[in-house]
């Protein structure tokens, strides 16, 4: 469906709650996000609020706080756990920590592009959406970053090239690539991006195309690898009793608005990658593939990484590596 533009949106929205019932009661929730109100995860959040405000007649209005705004990155899953803010956005693998299943996605060089990580993701949503549910999170929707790279001041053509450099990580399962490679893991939030490197805290980056561009990478490093290692994803969650509290029409109308975000989000994903690498490269930026045995010498980490996810796993690791196995088996002809 061709989206309205915001300003008819709006007036829908305003001619649907003068036709409301006067008794209907009208909620709000709030909706805390770490990243930037013009990336592209906030533009599809805020299209899923129009949605969920459209499809419940004004009844749910969805208030996004972008940016770190309300809460910081880090407090935002326990705060929807909380209900202190009822749904949020956060980077799953940030809490790779607690439960391992959440490193998933960042394991280097397991699903390297939007097709393997849509299968990952698919392979492993019920066992992600019911760790939350025990969390009392309802799982809403799930979108990926571009493929990972590093910026750097210099081209990175052998292992050698990486030991010893200060690399901007943003997850525990990262620091462990970075320190298994023998660099320096430092932990940054991508807002923090410019200022560290100002401030000479990191040498090299590891992220995408688009949070390259958007902390414009291109002052302060002068190359990117295009090998993309993983595809991490966000997740939107809402407390589960707020979530209960609505009717169910009203229900209804936010799942509907969250599997078209998904679906939304991750073609927005793969435009993005297109259009920001482009950026990066019309900014004076390097972009390159790593050379082939560096490459190699890299997915030995990650075959090793595995190793050790599937140990912290068990039965259920096994079980996902399986059946993302299986559907990289099975992949339809058309794909
Ligand atoms: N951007 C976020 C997460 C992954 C990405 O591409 C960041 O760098 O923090």
Request: hydrophobic share 45%; aromatic share 8%.
């Amino acid at each position: 469906m061709p989206r309205l533009p915001l300003s008819l949106s709006i007036l829908l929205l305003a001619i649907l709650s003068l036709a409301a019932p006067a008794q209907a009661e009208q909620r709000h929730w709030d909706l805390a996000t770490a990243y930037a109100a013009d990336d592209f995860h906030t533009r599809n959040i805020r299209e899923f609020a129009d949605d969920v405000a459209l499809g419940t007649a004004g009844e749910l209005l969805i208030r996004i706080h972008p940016a770190e705004r309300l809460v910081q990155h880090q407090a935002i899953k326990d705060a929807v756990i909380a209900e202190t803010v009822t749904a949020g956005e956060f980077l799953l693998s940030l809490h790779a920590d607690r439960n391992p299943l959440f490193a998933l996605d960042t394991l280097p060089f397991l699903a390297t592009d939007f097709t393997a990580a849509r299968r990952l993701w698919d392979a492993s949503r019920p066992a992600v959406r019911s760790a939350l549910a025990r969390r009392n999170l309802l799982m809403l929707f799930s979108v990926p970053w571009p493929p990972q790279g590093i910026y750097s001041r210099r081209p990175i053509e052998t292992i050698e090239d990486l030991q010893g450099l200060r690399i901007r990580v943003y997850s525990p399962i990262g620091a462990r690539f970075v320190e298994l490679v023998g660099a320096q893991p430092v932990m940054v939030e991508a807002a923090g991006l410019a200022q560290a490197f100002a401030d000479e805290r990191v040498d090299a980056m590891i992220t995408s195309a688009t949070t390259g561009v958007e902390s414009g990478a291109w002052t302060f490093t002068t190359h990117f690898t295009v090998t993309g290692a993983w595809l991490p994803r966000n997740m939107v969650v809402v407390n589960r009793d707020a979530f209960l509290q609505l009717d169910p029409a009203q229900q209804r109308a936010v799942l509907a608005a969250a599997r078209q975000a998904e679906h939304r989000g991750w073609e927005y994903a793969e435009d993005e990658d297109r259009r920001q690498r482009a950026v990066l490269e019309a900014s004076g930026m390097t972009l390159y593939a790593l050379p082939d045995e560096l490459l190699a010498q890299l997915e030995d980490v990650g075959r090793q990484m595995r190793t050790e996810w599937r140990a912290a796993t068990g039965h259920q690791g096994e079980a996902i590596l399986e059946a993302f196995r299986i559907r990289n088996e099975n992949k339809p002809k058309t794909e």
